[in-house]
């Protein structure tokens, strides 16, 4: 007889245990509602009582002082303390410093004295700013040409950047979706603002700035623009901010579509965690398998490189101040992230960032941080993304009826599987994969990320509806 009740009360708390694992497992998977959110906070300066919106749009053309530029090129021109880099080692320290010293050189005695030209290049879009939230937001706005307009549907379209990117990004791809191609029935208005707190655009002037406020505050940049429906595309923190804008404002979205596919939410660590085992059923071949599994394999990578994370996601002031005043500093922690962001077969190679992205591209980027002072308010991004009020949105639980596009290039950040998406995404319209390409595909190869991008559009079924 006590055998039978010990057995039983055995039976009885692993019941119990089996009971609230599962309510704990229901309760950490189920889908979430759309939380409440503002779309009108102030971010501005000063009091918002006190505060007089101007919803004019100004014009907007680069135009840096001789002195300036001339401040900089004696900044380059100090002698580097510069460590010697340890016998055998090439970048798997960070930055190798005789390639720093290399940079440096070409920056100062040939970047520089054709500065003229390069500031030519960075007026050649129409770019303007106005006022959101009490913030004066820079961007570019690049009309379909006379010729697409007249032979294509034309649809607006946000293209979004990240860290340590900038709208510099885009002059590659930009032609290709204003002018007349021939490979698609669509061209676009291309909005491509720079980021709150990056480059010409102000940074928040208090705590709290997250990637669901950076979405409130480009939805209604695009609205202020007149287009209440429009397309977004977005790599890096583009993507996280044009997944929040789909969740929050999936009425204004005619499509969203990614080229870093991430997904967070505990349903989706857990399949990962099934798909390393059991790949065969939720990948379309296995040829794909190194894109997503083995996820322990992922993880460490992220390890390794997510350093600059933690630092920028706890104490962005301290990272921003050392950054700011060294512009050596600033490439060789800029550059760091393109060197690794080619590929794992050029990563130690010491003309990797020339071959695979060009030289004056990625120059011109460091410049466009150099120039705005904005290394500081940019990285702050991160702090504000890991903070609770942002964790607590849980917007990778909400799901959203908006058309989603997802396009995976083989060295980017690991991205999530179709099944992980769909929980996000039921209308996941177009999935495609790459076996090359890494995390800067507009600046990489913008004629892959055009021909994908334009090939998800296709496949939402407009047929030449125009956007209200």
């Not at 907007?60 to 460590?83: G, K, M, S, Y």
Request: net charge negative; hydrophobic share 40%; with cysteine.
């Amino acid at each position: 007889m006590k055998c039978l009740i010990v057995f039983g009360v055995i039976v009885a708390v692993l019941g119990a245990f089996v009971g609230y694992g599962y309510l704990v497992f229901s309760e950490l998977t189920r889908p979430l509602p759309k939380p409440e959110f503002s779309d009108s906070t102030y971010w501005g300066p000063g009091e918002a009582k006190n505060y007089v919106p101007d919803k004019k749009i100004y014009e907007f053309r680069l135009d840096v002082p001789q002195a300036e530029i001339e401040d900089l090129r004696q900044q380059l021109n100090r002698t580097l303390r510069l460590a010697e880099p340890l016998d055998g080692i090439a970048f798997e320290y960070g930055f190798n410093s005789y390639a720093l010293d290399q940079f440096v050189e070409y920056w100062r005695d040939k970047y520089l004295t054709k500065w003229d030209e390069r500031q030519e290049l960075f007026n050649k879009f129409k770019q303007y700013t106005t006022e959101i939230q009490g913030l004066n937001i820079h961007f570019i706005r690049e009309k379909a040409s006379a010729e697409a307009a007249a032979k294509k549907h034309v649809y607006p379209l946000l293209l979004l950047h990240g860290w340590p990117g900038s709208v510099r990004e885009f002059y590659d791809i930009i032609p290709m979706l204003t002018n007349d191609q021939n490979v698609t029935d669509y061209a676009f208005e291309v909005v491509a603002p720079s980021l709150v707190g990056y480059g010409w655009s102000d940074a928040a002037t208090r705590p709290g700035f997250n990637a669901a406020e950076m979405a409130t505050v480009m939805r209604n940049l695009m609205l202020r623009l007149g287009h209440n429906k429009f397309f977004i595309q977005g790599g890096d923190w583009g993507s996280i901010i044009g997944s929040n804008l789909a969740t929050l404002y999936p009425e204004n979205v005619i499509g969203y579509h990614s080229n870093m596919c991430v997904l967070n939410s505990p349903l989706a660590i857990l399949k990962g965690i099934y798909g390393t085992y059991f790949s065969e059923k939720i990948i379309p071949s296995r040829f794909f398998y190194d894109h997503h599994f083995p996820v322990w394999d992922k993880y460490a990578d992220l390890l390794r490189e997510s350093g600059y994370f933690h630092i920028q996601a706890t104490k962005p002031d301290t990272i921003g101040a050392a950054l700011a005043t060294s512009p050596v500093g600033l490439a060789a922690y800029i550059l760091e992230k393109f060197q690794y962001c080619t590929n794992p077969g050029m990563q130690q190679d010491f003309g990797a960032i020339v071959t695979v992205f060009g030289l004056e591209p990625v120059l011109d980027n460091l410049m466009v941080y150099y120039l705005t002072n904005s290394i500081t308010t940019a990285v702050r991004f991160y702090a504000e993304n890991v903070s609770k009020a942002y964790r607590d949105l849980q917007l990778d639980r909400v799901p959203t009826p908006v058309p989603m596009g997802c396009s995976r290039f083989r060295y980017d950040l690991p991205s999530v599987t179709d099944w992980q998406l769909r929980d996000k995404f039921p209308n996941l319209k177009h999935s495609m994969y790459f076996q090359q390409g890494s995390h800067f595909a507009a600046m990489e190869m913008p004629a892959m990320l055009y021909q994908d991008f334009t090939a998800f559009v296709g496949k939402i079924g407009l047929h030449g509806e125009k956007p209200k």
